[in-house]
């Protein structure tokens, strides 16, 4: 498999943290979207939404959104990230949606660039903000008991948390509020397979400031 990810993409760290999680060999191509990759031919041939992640298969499928290619790897291979017992799946799809949904896509790159480009808003301010909001909601549907979000291994809601937290660090965003949330990325940054997929560990990283 190819995965085509940008270093500091959070939704690619979802996917690259399930796919090792789940013991799947794949090939990171990397996609530079501060240097516009994303709109070039060849990339948006295969990916039409101009964004990353997109993950080929060896048969030559493509698959694109995280939310859909981590619902593919769910199906193909353990360990499951999403519980069957309905009300708990509910429950960590309601934690995970309230990160991929809620706060990702009003802290997508493009908008923030968008904001500053044609109403001069300021980007950091923005992120925080949206940020802050997100995670006292996430904050709020969390157990206290369990050393991960919902149980004691990770799960799509602890990726999708994980990812999120390390644009909160990018962006200073004080978590002091969030404890629950530090626990969680704490553990799950403990695990091997997640640890490997952190931005500053991919081949595109770039040097640190």
């Not at 031919?41 to 698959?63: H, I, Q, R």
């Not at 809601?157 to 965003?173: F, K, M, P």
Request: with cysteine; glycine share 6%.
């Amino acid at each position: 498999m190819k995965l085509y990810s940008y270093w500091r993409s959070t939704t690619s760290y979802r996917v690259r943290a399930a796919l090792n999680l789940k013991g799947q060999s794949y090939e990171t191509v990397p996609i530079n979207l501060v240097a516009g990759d994303q709109g070039e031919a060849e990339y948006t041939a295969l990916n039409p939404s101009k964004g990353v992640p997109a993950l080929v298969l060896d048969d030559g499928t493509v698959l694109t959104q995280s939310l859909a290619i981590l619902d593919y790897l769910d199906e193909i291979a353990e360990p499951r990230l999403l519980p069957s017992e309905p009300v708990r799946r509910a429950h960590v799809l309601a934690a995970a949606h309230a990160v991929a949904l809620d706060i990702h896509p009003v802290n997508n790159l493009r908008v923030v660039k968008y904001l500053k480009a044609e109403h001069g808003i300021d980007g950091q301010g923005w992120m925080q903000h949206w940020m802050q909001q997100g995670f006292a909601a996430v904050e709020a549907m969390l157990p206290e008991k369990f050393g991960f979000a919902f149980g004691e291994a990770p799960d799509l809601a602890d990726l999708c948390i994980t990812a999120q937290l390390y644009n909160a660090h990018r962006w200073g965003v004080d978590l002091t509020p969030y404890p629950k949330l530090q626990r969680i990325e704490a553990a799950c940054l403990a695990v091997p397979e997640i640890a490997a997929a952190r931005p500053e560990n991919q081949p595109d990283a770039e040097e640190m400031k």
